[in-house]
């Protein structure tokens, strides 16, 4: 009878090994947050890097691949749960999706904001343009 009942209980769980990431619900708040961090800590290493070796460094946002790409090949791969817009300058748009972000040696950048929704919440990742900081914000419903 203990045996039986070890057996069920494995079945189960099995079963709900298999079934929870099929119908878990997909992308939750903290691994959007996560990745809005991440994103950001690629733009500051390549920021650091201009400062620092005298020469523009970019970052790489493809939106057909849903990547962000730092100058040495680091990359974030966005959930595709997760909708990616970004909003920059003319010149820092090289093809359809495809856009980069250049940070010059004295800090600055041609600047822009990554956003990242899914459902009512989003997160701003804004690059300024005259300094080049970068910060992740909450942007509240509308």
Avoid: H, Y
Avoid at 46 to 68: E, F, K, N, W, Y
Avoid at 72 to 99: G, H, K, L, N
Wanted: glycine share 8%.
């Amino acid at each position: 009878m203990l045996l039986d009942m070890a057996l069920a209980l494995t079945i189960l769980l099995l079963l709900f090994a298999v079934v929870w990431p099929t119908f878990g619900g997909g992308t939750g708040s903290v691994l959007q947050s996560a990745t809005a961090l991440d994103i950001a800590t690629l733009l500051r290493a390549d920021r650091t890097s201009a400062s620092r070796d005298g020469v523009p460094t970019s970052t790489r946002i493809d939106l057909r691949r849903r990547t962000v790409t730092d100058a040495t090949s680091r990359r974030v791969e966005v959930p595709p749960d997760i909708a990616i817009e970004v909003t920059t300058a003319a010149p820092c748009m090289r093809a359809a999706q495809q856009f980069i972000i250049v940070f010059a040696p004295d800090g600055s950048s041609c600047g822009g904001v990554i956003m990242l929704r899914k459902g009512a919440k989003a997160q701003a990742i804004r690059i300024n343009w005259l300094s080049g900081m970068i910060d992740v914000v909450n942007v509240p419903k509308t």
